[in-house]
């Protein structure tokens, strides 16, 4: 199997995100990552099964500061 494996920077800018926004996601679990050595890396098929399966329900439990309510 192939994969591309893609760097935080890169899902940042494709999503629109922030860096720190990523990190966050990845840490929750919502954001699934592979982590080879010291690296973390995501792939193209985990990027869009995340972007399948968000629903605005699922952010409306964080607040700004990236804190449940």
């Excluded at 940042?12 to 990523?22: D, M």
């Excluded at 990845?26 to 890396?41: A, E, H, S, V």
């Excluded at 792939?43 to 804190?67: C, H, L, P, R, V």
């Amino acid at each position: 199997m192939d994969y591309k494996l893609l760097t935080r920077d890169e899902i940042s800018k494709s999503l629109g995100f922030s860096s720190s926004t990523i990190d966050r996601l990845r840490r929750t679990g919502m954001l699934p990552y592979r982590k080879i050595g010291k690296i973390f890396r995501f792939t193209e098929e985990d990027i869009e099964n995340f972007i399948i399966n968000s629903k605005a329900s699922n952010w409306q439990s964080y607040s700004k500061k990236g804190g449940k309510k």
